[in-house]
């Protein structure tokens, strides 16, 4: 008896000692002000940083650790970041000893995967760092020199009419030829030689501000099963490895999902616009190879957009589409896909400014065929209006749709 109660103690304290691990140590998304970079092994770098509580809300974390692991001497570096003040925010200094490239997590319990930082030889970063731009590159000076003997080669061959004379203006020719071609220095490699692609840029802003905290991806699966696993919560995302969508949405999106979708969970993580086009390019990379589409690739067809229009009193609440919009987004139509060329025609449901007349014309871009026709019913006091849609032709069209002074133009493939 006595030992199963001192058991189920021990059990008791055991699971005591694994809840806060998990709750205090654990849910919680960390996004970088910046991936570090230009980092020299010796020499400190700053690590700032907002936690956020499930993602959401920044909240300050008690201590938060990152812990730096060489990848070849496996030598392991832990720092402990503090809050600055009561909103999530971080900052710490950082000094990693050695030249190399890092991995490294921070927090405990579910730990984050940030960017693997290379650090750079301090012998290196010197003169890289303190080279004096002044003076003109040695071939220059080369060259001007094989210049300046060539003209004195050429005085001296005209007056003196001697061999050497003759000699030294033709080996101050070939001098100035070989100080002119020689190939400009390169620029110095870029410091610490990070991430620079977009998309590579994109993958590391991945892991650095957080998504793969609520977002599987084939380009970070290995990381990730080593550190987030198979966690999920109530605001952990879609697995974003085939995710493509236009880059007119995805800036949308990024920007601020709340605007798109009013009752998301993913939180504005206050990207700069130059990321937000680095994570776009890393989550389309790849997205210009669907194989079979040989003749709807000559078709630039219009991306359609997940997004919510503004609500009618005359319909339900529409959804995120996919929707075709127009850049101040005030002509919307729906696009369900499947649209055909057969005699039924396809119904299309249109947002417009309320009441004004709406207009649609269409031609096809990839060969004769008579103009689209549209069916367009009158009486929609407001913003919604439906209507018929006959493509006289399979091929690729070009569609106009006019609703007061707004317009609407986009490309579609019909089958
Ligand atoms: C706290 C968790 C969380 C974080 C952090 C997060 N997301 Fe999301 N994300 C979500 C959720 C939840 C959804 C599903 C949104 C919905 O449909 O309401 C989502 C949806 C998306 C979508 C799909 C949008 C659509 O229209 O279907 C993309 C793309 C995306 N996230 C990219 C990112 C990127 C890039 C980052 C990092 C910069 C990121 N997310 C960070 C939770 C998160």
Redesign the pocket.
Known sequence: MRTSRFSLLIALVGLAALVPAVFAGGWA?ATLDEIPAGVTAGQPFTVSFTM?Q???QPANWGTVPLTFTHTESRQTVVVTAEAEGGSGYYTVAVTLPEAGTWEWLLGEGLVQPMPSVRVQAPALAAPASAAPPAGPPLALLVALAGLVSLGLGLVAALRTRRPWAAALTVGAALVAALGFAWPPAAPAASSGGEASAPADLGQA??LG???V???AHTAVSQVRRRTVGDFSSF????D?SS?R?SAE??RL??AD?AS??P?????D?G?TAAEIEA?IRF?NAGASAPASTAPAAACPVTPAV?AIPPDDPNADPFG?GPWLVNADRSLWAQWAGGWTASANGNKVIWIRPAGTSLQVAGRRLDGEAPPLRAEIPGGYGTGFQVSGLYFPASGCWSVTATAGDTQLEFVVAIP
């Not at 009752?263 to 939180?267: A, H, L, V, Y």
């Open positions: 998304v956020r499930h993602g959401v802003l991945f501000k957080g998504c905290m609520c977002h605001s952990t995302g879609p974003l995710f969508a949405y995805l999106w990024l999902p798109v979708k009752e998301t969970q993913m939180p993580l990207l994570l989550l997940r995120d």
